[in-house]
């Protein structure tokens, strides 16, 4: 079996108890967190921010963080996430104005680098930048907000992502985010994706143990 990773987007979560609640998705099975950095410019929504990295680390959590920097401009924030102990850092290319100082400045910190793409994006910055990224991001929502309707035509998109990643040889995540769940998540990684982003389908369940195993079981047929 390929090695999927499911990564639970903290953006459901109850931030009154955060550490709390990112202990209970990596016992519950999870693989990598993903952290949602929004700042009410380059999407309609704040969020949080290196300091709240730091205190998960603090809190200790050891897991794989993977930042997904909804901001502009970035370098100073990939800076501040690599110190605050980020794993994983991905930014959407129309946000910066240098892709390639910014790729290097996470790879430079010791994080694996990535570009994030929205629905309505061309992989062309991809193509353009593959020797430099680890991980491709794809949108399946219009960042900003959990619990949207995953946008059926981003199959397409991760099928051309995935034989760009093949064709190439590079070890290179293929990771999709948003509106993810065991109803689809086959149908997603049939289409390319190793790398699974889901929030409310995660911290909107009951049993964190139960859905991420749902997720697992349709990944395994
Ligand atoms: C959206 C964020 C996603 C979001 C996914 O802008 O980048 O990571 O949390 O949430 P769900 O899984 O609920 O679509
Ligand atoms: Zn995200």
């Given at each position: 079996m390929k090695n999927f990773l499911i990564a639970p987007s903290i953006?459901?979560?109850d931030f009154s108890k955060l550490g709390q609640e990112v202990d209970e998705v990596i016992s519950a099975g999870a693989d990598i967190i993903h952290f949602d950095v929004m700042?009410?410019?380059?999407?309609p929504n704040l969020t949080i921010g290196p300091m709240v990295c730091q205190s998960l680390r603090d809190h200790g959590v050891t897991a794989t963080i993977d930042v997904h920097l909804m901001v502009e401009p970035v370098d100073q924030l990939i800076g501040s996430f690599i110190d605050a102990g980020a794993d994983w850092i991905t930014f959407h290319p129309?946000?910066?104005?240098?892709i390639d100082r910014s790729l290097q400045l996470i790879r430079d910190g010791g994080c694996k680098g990535g570009l994030a793409i929205n629905p309505?994006?061309?992989l062309d910055s991809v193509k353009i930048f593959l020797n430099k990224i680890d991980i491709i991001l794809l949108m399946s929502?219009?960042?900003?907000?959990?619990g949207q309707k995953f946008i059926p035509k981003t199959l397409e998109k991760l099928r051309e992502a995935r034989s760009i990643i093949d064709k190439s040889g590079l070890n290179i995540h293929l990771e999709i985010d948003g509106g993810v769940s065991s109803k689809n998540i086959r149908e997603i990684a049939s289409a390319g994706a190793d790398t699974f982003v889901a929030g409310s389908a995660i911290y909107g369940a009951d049993d964190y143990h139960l859905a991420i195993n749902n997720m697992r079981s349709e990944l395994e047929v």
């Amino acid at each position: 079996m390929k090695n999927f990773l499911i990564a639970p987007s903290i953006l459901s979560a109850d931030f009154s108890k955060l550490g709390q609640e990112v202990d209970e998705v990596i016992s519950a099975g999870a693989d990598i967190i993903h952290f949602d950095v929004m700042d009410n410019h380059f999407v309609p929504n704040l969020t949080i921010g290196p300091m709240v990295c730091q205190s998960l680390r603090d809190h200790g959590v050891t897991a794989t963080i993977d930042v997904h920097l909804m901001v502009e401009p970035v370098d100073q924030l990939i800076g501040s996430f690599i110190d605050a102990g980020a794993d994983w850092i991905t930014f959407h290319p129309e946000a910066s104005a240098d892709i390639d100082r910014s790729l290097q400045l996470i790879r430079d910190g010791g994080c694996k680098g990535g570009l994030a793409i929205n629905p309505e994006t061309s992989l062309d910055s991809v193509k353009i930048f593959l020797n430099k990224i680890d991980i491709i991001l794809l949108m399946s929502v219009n960042p900003g907000f959990g619990g949207q309707k995953f946008i059926p035509k981003t199959l397409e998109k991760l099928r051309e992502a995935r034989s760009i990643i093949d064709k190439s040889g590079l070890n290179i995540h293929l990771e999709i985010d948003g509106g993810v769940s065991s109803k689809n998540i086959r149908e997603i990684a049939s289409a390319g994706a190793d790398t699974f982003v889901a929030g409310s389908a995660i911290y909107g369940a009951d049993d964190y143990h139960l859905a991420i195993n749902n997720m697992r079981s349709e990944l395994e047929v």
